[in-house]
C-alpha cells in the first residue's frame, strides 16, 4: 500500500560500510512495522532485518546481526540500514517492506519496489 523507494547502494570493498534509505512521500511510514529483505541472483528473497514502528525493538537476521544497524525517523518518512563490515555474501539487491508476524520477517506485501543494488567485492 505504501509506495517505497530504496536508495544508498553502490560498490564498496570487502570490510566497508554503505548505508541505505528506504523513503516515501506518500503515505508516512510511522504505523507500520518495517523490515529490510535482499535477493541475490538465483536466491529468493531473504530477511534481513526489521523495526518496530516506534522503533523499541528490531530485529536481525544471524547473518547480519552484529554488523548491520537499522533505525528509522518516522518525522522524515525514512528508515535506513547502516551496513558495516560488509563481506561479499552480502552482495544483493536490497528491498524494504511492510513486515508482519510475530517476528517481524515476514513482507505484508508481495509489490516490492525498485530496490538498491549492494555489490562488495573480495
Known amino acids: 500500500q505504501v509506495q517505497l523507494v530504496e536508495s544508498g547502494g553502490g560498490l564498496v570493498q570487502a570490510g566497508g560500510s554503505l548505508r541505505l534509505s528506504c523513503a516515501t512521500s506518500g503515505r508516512t511510514l510511522s504505523l507500520y512495522n518495517m523490515g529490510w529483505f535482499r535477493q541475490a541472483p538465483g536466491k529468493e528473497r531473504e530477511f534481513v532485518a526489521s523495526?518496530?514502528?516506534?522503533?523499541?525493538?528490531?530485529y536481525y537476521s544471524d547473518s547480519v546481526r552484529g554488523r548491520f544497524t537499522v533505525s528509522r525517523d518516522n518525522a522524515k518518512n525514512t528508515v535506513y540500514l547502516q551496513m558495516n563490515s560488509l563481506k561479499p555474501e552480502d552482495t544483493a539487491i536490497y528491498y524494504c517492506n511492510i513486515v508482519r508476524g510475530s517476528a517481524y520477517n515476514y513482507p505484508a506485501d508481495d509489490s516490492w519496489g525498485q530496490g538498491t543494488q549492494v555489490t562488495v567485492s573480495s
Open positions: 523495526i518496530r514502528w516506534n522503533a523499541d525493538r528490531t
